[in-house]
């Protein structure tokens, strides 16, 4: 008779632990998945049942015209696919910069840079953000929003990006400059290219954040609805129901379909995301 390891025994404990860790983390997409086949009435006092009692498709259908879903997720799209391509650019060639400078200034910067990261004031930042876009005349569109994100929200890129440059070795740089390259000539034709996973891994954070953040695309688009993102216009979605309480069987669909476009470039990117973050934390 083959005996059991009894070393064995512990890993199932672990995948025990592991299939309740995905669980949790998997339950409120699921529900608001299935939550948003329900009535109104159902979501409200059916409790956590999952499954509904009438599969209402029609809620797709009403969240979709009601939202104008067309605009708002092109409203989403243009105001990402700025702050993506931004953050990759300002991210790389921020770190490209302090890991391969040497001089005291230098390092401070960086040091200040990095300091900034254990520093966080919340909402507070939003008024001198808010002042900065005026002087600059843009307070009133969605490239307020672009130009912090990219300039102002990056501090954790400018880290990956200094420790995954520091892990390319420095002998490639002087090999360049015998060939007559100068400084970003050596970063845009020689080293960018070798920053896939880094790329990747940046610009699927920069997606997941600019595509679901609401409170400064809707401070900043406070005066025309037609520059509001999707996310902002999912949450109108609670009173467009036509009922005095609020339309959650709406904002569930809605919120289902904002859902789809990052799913997809998680899963899409995701084994980038994965190398990037590994081996931009090896060494800093």
């Known amino acids: 008779m083959k ?30 998945f299935l939550s948003s086949f329900k009535t109104n009435m159902e979501i409200m006092v059916g409790g956590i ?42 991210a790389t060639i921020q770190g490209y910069v302090f890991s391969r400078g040497t001089s005291k200034m230098t390092r401070f910067i960086y040091g200040m840079v990095m300091a900034s990261l254990f520093i966080s004031v919340g909402s507070l930042s939003l008024f001198p953000q808010l002042q900065i876009t005026q002087f600059l005349k843009i307070d ?35 090999a360049a400059r015998i060939d007559g390259c ?9 080293l960018f290219p070798l920053t896939k996973p880094l790329i990747a891994t940046i610009g699927l954070i920069s997606f997941r954040a600019s595509w679901s ?33 609020v339309a959650w069987d709406l904002m569930l669909a809605g919120i289902s379909i904002s859902i789809i476009p990052m799913m ?10 994965i190398t990037g973050l590994t081996e931009g934390s090896i060494k800093g």
Do not use: H
């Not at 100068?182 to 020689?190: A, D, E, G, M």
């Not at 406070?222 to 993102?229: I, R």
């Open 182 to 190: 100068n400084f970003f000539r050596i970063y845009r034709s020689i």
């Open 140 to 174: 009133r569109s969605l490239w307020g929003v672009i130009l912090i994100y990219v300039f102002g929200m990056n501090v954790a890129y400018v880290f990956l990006s200094t420790s995954f440059y520091n892990q390319i070795p420095k002998e490639i740089d002087e």
């Open 49 to 90: 049942k999952l499954l509904p009692d009438k599969w209402m498709f029609s809620n797709y259908v009403r969240a979709w015209q009601l939202a104008n879903f067309s605009r708002y997720t092109w409203n989403s799209l243009y105001m990402c696919a700025f702050i993506v391509v931004g953050s990759i650019v300002a």
């Open 213 to 245: 953040e609401y409170l400064m695309p809707y401070i900043f688009t406070l005066g025309d609805q037609n520059k509001w993102p999707l996310v902002v216009g999912v949450v109108s979605l609670r009173s467009m129901g036509g009922e005095s309480a």
């Open 264 to 273: 997809i470039v998680y899963l899409t990117f995701n084994r980038f995301f």
């Open 3 to 32: 005996i059991r390891p009894v070393a064995a025994v512990p890993y199932i404990f672990i995948y025990i632990f592991l299939i309740l860790l995905v669980f949790v983390a998997l339950f409120p997409v699921i529900y608001i």
